[in-house]
């Protein structure tokens, strides 16, 4: 008797659980040649309120720890990442990758992982100024994580265009909400699993799937939302997101290129979603040639 | 309010009735299954905010905390016209004064602990010079732990006379009785807790210091319904309830609600007969009525600190 394969639920992923959608909704999205890639959770609005609790609460716990810890973390995704990439390229290739495109894109999302891992600790030296000013204050800049940010991922790729929008996101202590692939979700499924079993904790990224448009309404009206990523090429979805962003001036960046090229990372990625802060500090004038300092 | 302690017939407390844990732990998640949408909601999350004893208790009170506190009891969230206002503010006896200088408004009253909250482990006439602290300060309500020490030992009618002796120093000011159930273990001795503070005097019956876990379990509060029931069925004599600590969000506390009036009726959802001791639950339930009429999900960034 031939073995009866088990076939995989593809599951969201809130606050380092795993539930499925609260609506209790599935789709099956099809391949080029029409095969099913699975029952896929077909997330609602009440699914994207639950992730941005789950967001905000790990917000605290993440942004304040170490950004070397943060890198470390960051780097135990790309390790975590290289030990299943048989699967993802598996997946890949169901989704109408050939082998030899499929090896490439994993790879690349391996590398562009450990490429943003080394820019955790360094964002704010780089980054960073002493400000010249004519009052005896010492006056400084430096780039601080915005809060949760609302991810409508790359919907041409599964997985490159997925870690190219959420590593440098969460590089700098945001927490996100992704709103994964609507045709290609499997990896972005998998990449949850990596998540979880990677030291990051609960809520730092939440993922989920399903038409983008009904969750992306709470995440563009939701007030708890600092900022939103539009990473989708979809006019309509972006013209509704933009507007509804202006409720309370969340800031909307726009996130989209061709993530396969090698190019396609950079600090930018990183500072989009931060915010300068400039602090004032009473001193005298220390660029004067009387300083002590 | 009751004016006297009914002293009529000796009751012996050890036989108070035995509680089905099993049964009320089905009988509870029945009330969280219930759905309240739309006006009900609204109604629902405004009573409940009505209903809140806004609460600070901790070492590090000082009288700016509390004024701070007594101008968000009448101030909830001013860019939203048309909400009640909490029910009272809860704070040490040291604190009442800065309480009753900073209050505005008369519907806002003011629940002080005492004796020796939240141990309860001192003498008598220490409680009494405790209770009458907060009285002559200007406290409405006070709020009294019993001695659970003496109740673990059995010392029943310990327990009742303290809970008589400071019901008769508070004169016509109301007096709720924490049980502290935390402590108690089983729900036969919070029954017995609830009958024996209810036959001494109580005017309400309340769960907990929040100082200990667990502390206000529906299945507690439950127990706790039900010894008013009991009561309130035999003699025609009501009884509030406050359950307190751990509810902090608006979702439990409809729930609460919920089972409110499944298990004692309408007439106690007034704060006159059920109050939430929380520190957190008022920006919560404020989010959630902002969002329900707006649909717009909301940020503790656009609400006081609580």
Not at chain 1, 174 to 203: H, K, Q
Not at chain 1, 205 to 226: F, Q, Y
Request: proline share 4%; charged share 20%.
């Amino acid at each position: 008797m031939s073995r009866l394969e088990i076939i995989k639920t593809y599951k969201i992923y809130i606050g380092g659980a795993f539930p499925r959608t609260e609506s209790g909704r599935y789709y099956v999205p099809l391949n080029k040649k029409g095969e099913p890639l699975g029952n896929v959770c077909l997330c609602s609005k009440k699914d994207a309120k639950n992730a941005v609790v789950a967001a905000r609460k790990a917000f605290g716990s993440w942004s304040e720890r170490a950004a070397f810890n943060r890198s470390q973390i960051l780097y135990r995704i790309a390790e975590m990442l290289e030990g299943r990439k048989a699967q993802f390229v598996e997946e890949l290739v169901l989704q109408g990758s050939t082998q030899k495109a499929a090896q490439q894109e994993v790879e690349a999302s391996i590398d562009r992982v450990v490429y943003y891992a080394g820019w955790c600790d360094k964002v704010s030296q780089v980054t960073g100024s002493v400000n010249p000013v004519t009052s005896s204050h010492f006056n400084f800049s430096v780039y601080q994580p915005m809060g949760v940010i609302g991810i409508i991922a790359d919907q041409s790729t599964s997985l490159i265009g997925l870690i190219s929008q959420v590593i440098p996101v969460i590089a700098s202590g945001n927490t996100v909400v992704v709103l994964a692939a609507e045709n290609l979700p499997l990896c972005a499924v998998t990449f949850a699993e990596v998540i979880n079993s990677s030291d990051v904790p609960g809520g730092v990224v939440n993922i989920l799937t399903g038409k983008p448009d009904e969750p992306a309404s709470v995440l563009g009206t939701h007030m708890d939302v600092n900022a939103i990523v539009l990473g989708s090429d979809s006019k309509e979805l972006n013209a509704s997101l933009r507007k509804s962003s202006a409720l309370n001036l969340k800031r909307v960046i726009e996130m989209q290129t061709d993530w396969s090229k090698a190019d396609a990372q950079g600090l930018y990625q990183i500072t989009d979603c931060m915010e300068l802060k400039t602090t004032w500090h009473p001193v005298e004038n220390i660029g004067g040639s009387t300083s002590s300092y | 309010m009751r004016s006297t302690v009914n002293k009529t017939e000796p009751i012996d407390f050890s036989q108070s009735p035995k509680v089905d844990k099993v049964g009320v732990e089905e009988r509870v998640a029945r009330f969280q299954t219930r759905s309240l949408k739309g006006a009900s909601k609204l109604q629902g999350l405004k009573l409940a905010l009505n209903m809140i004893d806004l609460t600070t208790l901790e070492g590090k009170d000082t009288p700016n905390k509390v004024r701070q506190m007594c101008y968000k009891a009448e101030h909830l969230h001013d860019s939203h016209p048309g909400l009640p206002t909490v029910a009272a503010v809860c704070v040490y006896p040291s604190m009442v004064k800065v309480a009753r200088e900073s209050l505005r408004n008369p519907e806002v009253k003011i629940a002080s602990v005492s004796t020796a909250f939240p141990s309860g482990q001192a003498d008598l006439n220490i409680k009494l010079t405790d209770t009458k602290l907060a009285l002559d300060n200007g406290a409405d309500e006070i709020d009294m732990v019993i001695s659970r020490g003496k109740f673990l030992s059995g010392e029943y009618n310990f327990v009742f006379d303290e809970i008589a002796a400071i019901k008769e120093a508070c004169g016509k000011s109301r007096l709720k009785v924490i049980l502290e159930t935390g402590e108690l273990v089983t729900l036969d001795n919070v029954r017995k807790a609830s009958d024996i503070a209810i036959y001494a005097g109580a005017d309400f019956i309340k769960t907990s210091t929040g100082k200990i876990q667990p502390a206000a379990t529906m299945q507690v509060t439950y127990t706790m319904l039900m010894a008013i029931k009991d009561y309130y069925d035999k003699t025609g004599i009501m009884i509030g309830m406050k359950p307190a600590g751990g509810i902090s969000n608006a979702k439990l506390a409809l729930h609460n609600l919920v089972m409110v009036n499944e298990t004692l009726g309408g007439k106690w959802l007034t704060n006159e007969w059920f109050r939430f001791g929380a520190s957190s639950l008022a920006n919560d339930v404020l989010m959630q009525i902002v969002k329900q009429e707006t649909g717009i999900y909301q940020s503790t960034d656009y609400f006081s600190i609580d």
